[in-house]
Structure formats: C-alpha cells, structure tokens
C-alpha cells in the first residue's frame, strides 16, 4: 500500500476544495474515518456540515446517504424493512440508508428517542438487526450526525448512551471574512462539489484504518489517558465524567492522528490535540455547576492542566 499519509494528504487536499478554511475540521473528521469511528457536528444551519460529509464520501468513492430525522421518522425507516414477496413466498430485506458507508443523520436530536436508537447497533457493533436476522454493515462505515445547539424547541436531547458512542464532537463555526469572500467566488456559477472527483477507493480506507492499529503506544502514553479520563470523573463540577469507551476513542484517535503527522508513535501532543473533540460530549455537567455557567469544555481543560504530562520512552521501552 502506498504511505497512508500520502494517502490521507491527498483525501484532505480534495475536501479543502469544498469545504474553505476548515482544516483543522476536515482533519478531524478524517481521523473519525480511519478510527472506525463516528462524528457528532454541533454547529448552526449554514456552515457546512453536509457539504463535508458529502465531500468526504466523494473523495473516498464511498457510497453517501442522508436521513433528515423529523418526529415521525420510524426506526424501519433508517435500518430497512423485510417486505413479503408473493411470488416467492419468502421475506426480503429492503436495506435502509445506514446500510451505506457513510451516513448523514441530519438533525439527529428532532427525531424521537425510539428512532435515536435505531441507530444505537449500527454505531456500535457495525451491523443492524431487522425481524431477528443480523445484516453486517458495509466497510468503511461512518455515522456524521448534526444537530443545531441552539434551537431546541421540538427537540429530543441525545441520551449518554447515544452520544458516548460518537468518537469525537466537533463545531466548525463561521468562516472567517476572507475565506467567505472565498466561498463565494467558488460558488458563484456552480458549487464545487459537482466537479469534486474520487482520489482514493474504499479499499484503501480500509488499509488505512488497519495501518492505524499498528501505530505504537507507550504504556506511559496508554496511563496518561487514563488518568486523564479520571481526572474528568473525579471532577467537582461533573455529574458524570467520560466513560471507559472514551479512553478508547481518545487512543485510537492519537493513533490516527500520529499518521497524518508521519510518525509511528503517538505523543503527549496528539492526547492533548485531541482530548477536547473527544472527552467533551462525554462529560455531563452537574446541575449546580450549570447554574455557574460551568461547561464540559471547562472540565476537560482543567483535567488537562491537573495531570502532568508523561516523560516518553524510546519505542520498545529502551
């Protein structure tokens, strides 16, 4: 397989093409990606959050799908429904549009929880259950959801549970007035996502995905996470801090992110870059220190300058 970051770099440089001035962004949610992992956006109307997902199934050749969750969407309606067939006699499936390989649930908090949850097997065990038989989800398979934080009327919170299975949550905020002007000139005859070729096949996402397991992680590194997360648990202001899975989500998205550096090991840097986008979603606030106006972002930052940062050893403990 060609360099992985060759690979990545090509696969980011062609999203850039659509979504202007969001890097940083972009990068993460090709981290998501190559986790194996899913992406919460939580940001206003308007700013890109299905132009990524779109370009980013372009750029990968993966097959895209769009569920707009309203209150009268139906679980059937997201994972498929097994329809008789007269003819044979027989049931079969009709595949719902989580069967694709990345799938964006717009507006995920206006559905109500029983539809929320169809979406629980599928992030999670990568297959979905349909009248008792078990229907394997394609490989790459990611889940982009979006939802608006500031209109809430009409909505249903996502659950911890729903939420903890996301890898990472991030916002992408307004352009800066230069890079306005810049989506403007590039959509001013036609939106560059209709000209946005292919660069990479799904088969070498895959690769990717399993180069980033063979990334290296230091013992130290592995109890830096730990403590880290422990740190968001025992904290004053937290109801409930991040959960075993974040632990999980936060080394699996240092690897990846080593990859797109070039390197074969992960750092302290890569934990401290990535412990906001995914630890903040997973800690809940407490109700008394809501009232201080107290927020996740809060607690994960001061975790972050509790807990003293590791001394790295050589790879292979030399």
Do not use: W
Not at 66 to 72: K, L, V
Not at 191 to 206: C, D, K, M, N
Not at 257 to 264: E, K, N, S, Y
Not at 269 to 292: E, F, M, N, W, Y
């Amino acid at each position: 397989m060609e360099d992985p970051r060759i690979v990545a770099d090509r696969v980011l440089e062609n999203v850039e093409r659509v979504i202007i001035g969001k890097s940083a962004e972009a990068r993460l949610a090709l981290v998501t990606l190559l986790c194996r992992g899913h992406l919460l956006i939580e940001d206003v109307p308007g700013v890109g959050k299905t132009m990524l997902a779109r370009a980013l199934a372009v750029s990968t050749g993966c097959r895209f799908a769009r569920i707009q969750f309203t209150p009268d969407l139906l679980p059937a309606d997201v994972t498929g429904v097994s329809i008789y067939q007269q003819a044979t006699g027989e049931f079969t499936f009709r595949p719902g549009p989580i069967m694709a390989e990345i799938v964006l649930a717009d507006e995920v908090n206006r559905a109500t929880p029983k539809t929320q949850s169809a979406l629980l097997e599928a992030m999670e065990e990568h297959q979905v259950t349909v009248d008792g038989i078990t229907h394997p989800l394609p490989a790459p398979h990611m889940v982009m959801a979006t939802q608006n934080p500031i209109e809430y009327e009409g909505t249903f919170p996502l659950p911890e549970a729903q939420l903890d299975r996301f890898l990472m949550r991030i916002r992408l905020g307004y352009p800066s007035p230069t890079d306005e002007v810049l989506i403007m000139d590039a959509q001013q005859s036609h939106h560059p996502i209709e000209a946005l070729a292919q660069v990479v096949t799904p088969r070498e996402v895959v690769e990717m995905q399993d180069a980033v397991g063979r990334i290296y992680v230091d013992p130290l590194i592995k109890q830096y996470i730990v403590t880290l997360v422990n740190a968001t648990r025992d904290h004053p202001a937290a109801y409930l801090g991040a959960s075993p899975r974040g632990s999980l989500a936060l080394m699996r998205a240092t690897q990846a992110h080593a990859m797109l550096d070039g390197r074969d090991f992960v750092t302290p840097d890569d934990v401290k870059a990535l412990a906001q986008a995914t630890l903040g979603h997973r800690v809940i606030v407490s109700p008394s220190a809501r009232v201080r106006e107290v927020d996740s972002a809060q607690i994960v930052d001061e975790a972050l300058e509790r807990v003293a940062v590791p001394g790295v050893r050589a790879r292979g403990g030399v």
